[in-house]
């Protein structure tokens, strides 16, 4: 199906398809995706990816909170 995303949102989904399999910390996400660093990055990316979970629904398990950050996997035994 469909989803509307952000272009941050969007920005940020691929990077984490990109990186699959790998943790990325939220530094690193930030960094990536946004270009920079700042004294919110922790706020502002678990906020995106608390929204772009809510907007992929059932497949938000596909984006995953680790020691150390997240994961993208699409296989839940990795």
Request: proline fraction near 0%.
């Amino acid at each position: 199906r469909e989803i509307a995303l952000t272009k941050i949102e969007y920005d940020l989904l691929l990077f984490l398809i990109t990186c699959t399999g790998k943790v990325l910390s939220k530094e690193d996400i930030f960094r990536a995706v946004w270009g920079s660093e700042s004294q919110d990055t922790i706020k502002v990316v678990a906020n995106t990816l608390s929204n772009l979970r809510k907007k992929i629904g059932e497949n938000s398990d596909y984006i995953r909170t680790v020691r150390g950050g997240y994961i993208f996997s699409v296989n839940q035994a990795e």
